[in-house]
């Protein structure tokens, strides 16, 4: 069976999730404690040496980066698809994909480390308002590429994955806003549905232990 080592609140583990959900392809699930340094481990090194999650066992086959292995996934296991047979829809998709990875996280993990990984009261926030900046870019850039599709690439693929489970989190951590974005808004709405992207939330008590972390780092007193 496929091993899938996680941290479940991460959106590249849940971007890989949610292919494994659309596949039905059965998965043990490998908790990684990244709050307790588990990737830093030796163990962990020999399966991914960059120390990142999440890491997907095969057999003898191991993989990292989130957007490898879910094109491994959808090479391995075709039906149903999640990327279209157009060439143009094809290229979309991965191109969408990549601009989650490139353009959105980037700015993201930035507007984070202020927020929560710096003591209270040292937070930059001309950072903050930079980077916010940038995030709100790519949203009118969606909203764009929204015009006239259901989907980014024109069908459910790849491409949506990785900015779908990420920006309800985005607006609700980062006050990230969504209101002015209706195409967004619609989009989401479709997505968050479908009962793959449900499965790969992460539970209840998981999210009640990761605000109780977080506010201790807020207060400065998590490091």
Do not use: H
Request: aromatic share 12%; glycine share 6%.
């Amino acid at each position: 069976m496929i091993k899938l080592y996680e941290f479940p609140l991460s959106p590249f583990c849940r971007k890989v999730k949610v292919v494994l959900y659309e596949k039905n392809i059965p998965f043990e699930s490998v908790f990684v404690d990244l709050f307790k340094g588990a990737t830093k481990a030796e163990e962990y090194l020999e399966l991914n040496p960059f120390g990142r999650v999440p890491v997907l066992i095969d057999g003898e086959t191991v993989l990292y980066e989130s957007t490898v292995i879910n094109e491994y996934l959808e090479e391995k296991f075709p039906n149903p698809p999640l990327l279209p047979k157009d060439p143009v829809k094809r290229a979309k998709a991965r191109m969408m994909d990549e601009a989650f990875d490139n353009y959105f996280m980037g700015p993201l993990g930035a507007v984070f480390t202020e927020k929560f990984m710096k003591p209270a009261g040292q937070a930059n926030e001309t950072v903050i308002r930079e980077n916010m900046a940038k995030l709100d870019g790519v949203l009118r850039v969606l909203e764009k590429e929204l015009e006239g599709k259901d989907y980014l690439a024109g069908e459910f693929s790849l491409g949506d994955i990785g900015f779908a489970v990420q920006l309800p989190r985005a607006e609700s951590m980062f006050e990230l806003k969504l209101d002015g974005y209706p195409r967004i808004q619609a989009w989401l709405k479709r997505i968050t549905s479908r009962p793959a992207y449900q499965k790969s939330e992460p539970s209840a008590e998981f999210m009640k232990g990761f605000q109780e972390a977080m506010a201790k780092m807020s207060a400065g007193q998590g490091r």
